[in-house]
């Protein structure tokens, strides 16, 4: 097992849940990424999601496309998320999962990327992009890289689709508590809810990590209750969007602290 999926079986194991963090590379200045990880570590993110800008995250709502556009004037790219992950991994051994669109990861090339993964200390790879029909090739490197693909499942998925996306996965199944785009919601649990009971039936291989609008305590809480952890971004990355660029990261561990108290809680 990689260190993703160690996390994940030692919170199974005590009971905890898992709290995830998307941060775009690059988002809101291109050194700010290194120690915005490293001290969301620190304040309880079990694992991080480092998101490789790109002109056009289609799964993406407006909050992390903006951050995407900025990370991009800032001279981000895929080569450059490599080389903060590597830093971030010379400083901490929080799970990393990066998260990239097939377009600019094709480019780069399949073996190189997910070479290049292994190499500076990435543990998993999402691809939002990726059919499922058409990623025996992508998993199958990715399992020679002890890699981790993680699949995304929405409330529109059919169980026995469910099915097929759990065993295709590893590390974790990423369930999309909503249809459309990320991005904060109101209501969130209430519409998330029976999505989860369905995909804890059908799903037996991966933990349920739940993406998707979760913005509050509050909702972590809720949308936990039903899941092995959570996934949040949109939320996050508004906070750095809005506070004064010397306080950005003092905020955004802040916030990270108040959603650790509330799944513990």
Do not use: W
Not at 54 to 80: H, W
Not at 164 to 173: P, R
């Amino acid at each position: 097992m990689n260190r993703l999926s160690k996390r994940l079986e030692s919170l199974r194991r005590d009971n905890r849940k898992a709290l995830s963090l998307f941060v775009t590379a690059g988002f809101p200045s291109a050194d700010s990424t290194v120690p915005l990880v490293i001290q969301l570590a620190d304040a309880g993110a079990d694992l991080i999601e480092l998101g490789i800008p790109f002109s056009d995250p289609i799964a993406d709502g407006p909050t992390i496309q903006n951050s995407s556009e900025v990370a991009l004037r800032n001279g981000m790219s895929l080569p450059k998320t490599l080389e903060i992950a590597r830093e971030i991994r010379k400083q901490s051994d929080v799970p990393l999962v990066l998260m990239g669109y097939a377009n600019p990861i094709y480019a780069y090339g399949l073996m190189k990327f997910l070479g290049s993964c292994k190499e500076t200390g990435i543990d998993g790879t999402i691809i939002p992009d990726m059919p499922l029909e058409e990623s025996e090739e992508y998993r199958t490197m990715a399992q020679q890289c002890d890699i981790a693909t993680i699949f995304l499942a929405a409330p529109t998925t059919p169980p026995e689709r469910l099915v097929q996306l759990d065993q295709a996965s590893s590390g974790f199944l990423y369930c999309v508590s909503i249809t459309g785009v990320t991005g904060e919601r109101q209501a969130l649990a209430a519409q998330a809810e029976s999505f989860l009971r369905r995909a804890r039936a059908s799903v037996k291989k991966n933990p349920l990590l739940v993406g998707f609008g979760i913005s509050t305590p509050e909702d972590a809480r809720r949308v936990a209750a039903l899941s092995d952890g959570i996934i949040v971004g949109s939320a996050l990355v508004k906070i750095l969007q809005n506070a004064n660029a010397h306080h950005a990261i003092d905020h955004a561990v802040e916030y990270a602290r108040s959603l650790r108290e509330a799944l513990d809680s």
